[in-house]
Every structure is written in structure tokens, then in C-alpha cells.
């Protein structure tokens, strides 16, 4: 996971680390070329407050913090150019719509991938190969791709339970325990109000939660065992359709499928080839 998205998603900060975070964040640039003496007179902030925000990010100082900003930004050079969240006009040629929509699904897979945490991936695999039962709460405009999910899962001896909407969700959160799995699939925390209403008692049973999401959703992470985070450059409300998120989700699902396909992999090779043999 980038520095940056595990900044954005830090928790129990306090208000002058807050400010530092923010500073970071907005000017990460500046943060590169401002050494300890100069950020602490720019922020008016002690040195215990700039080694505490560092050590929550397990970086062992600032100067560390500075360096893999540098790194970071290196590897992110690269522009992106193409608007997510309107694609294409009502005067576009279709061929100019192509481009652009293949420039979205390329850089959204791209800016995933950078954004995995192989730690966080390998936690949710481990919860899923574990639980006895796995639920999936979604919103109903994602219920396809859960259900791909599902379909890929039965095929190696994994049932998964869809739910899309609140009543759903508090129907199958009243039946999990700490042997089970809950994954969430939610870009922006749209639905947070009503996730919300159900997730701190599944945390106090000891249910894993696995959040598929993005850093614009920050209300649902500290219910979360396992955060997997795709590309965040479509906003949550203003764009003709889900182009990016959508593709990303797909992508994070085929990978946890992967991950448990893997264990046992001969023997799930064989199922399919019965699935789908003539």
C-alpha cells in the first residue's frame, strides 16, 4: 500500500498529528526538501509529534518519512490524463470513447496493483480459507460481481452469501460469528450510515471483516481485519458510471479467488475440468 493511501487512512490520531498528516498529504512535495527544524517551525509542531506520527507509520524517523515520499513520487510520475468520471461527451466518436475507456481500465488496474499491501491481500486470503462461512455485503449496482465471485468460489467448495441491502445485511449479520468471514464491497462508504449500523457489534463477535474500498472511504476502516484498496481517482458522486471502481473491484476479487485457488490447486483444477467437461 502507498504511503500516502496508509496516511489517508490512519486512525487515532491526535489533533497535531491530524495537522501533519494534512500538511503531508497537500504538500508532499515541499515535505521532500523541508528538513526536521524547518518543518517543525512551518507547523509549529515538536519533534515528539513528528516521531509519533512516524513510528504509527512504522517509518523509524523523518527522514525515512522523507525518503520514501521521494521514492513514492518517483514512481508516480507517470500523468494520467483521461477524466474517470466523465469519459466521453454526447459529440465523442466511438473510437475516441475506446481510447479513453481502455486508458481508464489500464491505469485504474495499474494504480491498484501499486496500491496492494501484499500483507493486507495475504491476511484477507487467510480469513477466507479459514471461515466457515463467507457473507458479502454489497450495494445492489455490485451485486454482479458478487455473484461472479460466488459462482468462482463454489467452483473450489466455497459458498458465498450476498446481501444488497440493509435488511439483508442485518439478516445474515445476526447469524455470524468469530468463525466467519464478512467481505465489504463499498468504493466511498455510500452506504457507511447503514453499514455502520451493523459492523461494531460483528467486531465485538470476532468476525473478520475484509474492506474492499478506496481512501475515500474512511468511516468503515477501523472495523476492518483486512483492507484492500483500489484506485481513487473517480469521485464518489459526481461521474456518468462506476468505469474505475468497478473494474478494480474485479480485480481485487479474481486475486482473493486466486489465493485460495492456489492451496489447492491440482484438486480445483480437476473440479473445473469436470464443471466444464462435455
Known amino acids: 500500500m ?3 493511501d496508509r496516511m489517508k487512512l490512519m486512525t487515532s490520531l491526535t489533533p497535531s498529528e491530524q495537522i501533519l498528516r494534512t500538511y503531508i498529504i497537500e504538500h508532499g512535495r515541499e515535505i521532500i526538501e523541508l528538513d526536521e527544524e524547518a518543518l517543525k517551525k512551518e507547523m509549529f509542531i515538536s519533534s515528539s509529534t513528528i516521531y509519533r506520527f512516524c513510528r504509527k507509520l512504522d517509518i523509524k524517523c523523518y527522514d525515512d518519512l522523507r525518503l520514501k515520499l521521494a521514492q513514492e513520487y518517483i514512481r ?23 481510447k479513453n ?3 481508464i481500465y489500464t491505469e485504474s488496474l495499474e494504480l491498484t496493483q501499486h496500491a496492494i499491501d501484499v ?3 495475504e491476511k484477507a486470503i487467510q480469513i477466507l480459507k479459514r471461515a466457515k462461512k463467507i457473507c458479502f455485503f454489497t450495494s ?3 451485486t454482479q460481481m458478487a455473484e461472479k465471485f460466488n459462482a468462482q468460489l463454489k467452483e473450489i467448495g466455497k459458498d458465498v452469501r450476498i446481501s444488497a441491502s440493509l435488511y439483508k445485511w442485518k439478516l445474515e449479520a445476526v447469524t455470524l460469528t468469530n468463525e466467519d468471514a464478512l467481505i465489504i464491497n463499498s468504493y466511498a462508504g455510500q ?31 477501523p472495523y476492518a481485519a483486512s483492507k484492500l484498496l483500489m484506485c481513487d481517482k473517480e469521485h464518489p ?8 471502481s468497478n473494474i478494480a473491484t474485479m480485480y481485487l476479487l479474481d486475486l ?3 489465493g485460495l485457488y492456489q492451496e489447492h490447486y491440482d484438486e480445483n483444477f480437476s473440479k473445473h475440468q469436470y464443471i466444464y467437461s462435455g
Not at 508516480?76 to 466511438?94: G, H, L, M, Q, R
Request: without cysteine.
Open 191 to 221: 452506504s457507511s450510515k447503514q453499514f455502520a449500523a451493523v459492523l461494531p457489534e460483528l467486531k465485538e463477535r470476532g468476525v473478520s471483516i475484509i474492506m474492499i474500498t478506496s481512501t475515500h472511504n474512511k468511516v468503515l476502516m
Open 140 to 142: 445492489n449496482m455490485n
Open 237 to 244: 458522486n459526481d461521474k456518468l458510471y462506476s468505469f474505475s
Open 119 to 121: 500483507q493486507e491481500l
Open 76 to 98: 508516480s510520475e507517470k500523468s494520467y490524463t483521461v477524466d474517470y468520471n466523465f469519459p466521453f461527451t454526447a459529440s465523442d466518436s466511438i473510437m475516441d470513447i475506446s
Open 256 to 258: 482473493l479467488y486466486i
Open 2 to 4: 502507498k504511503l500516502l
Open 101 to 103: 475507456l481502455l486508458a
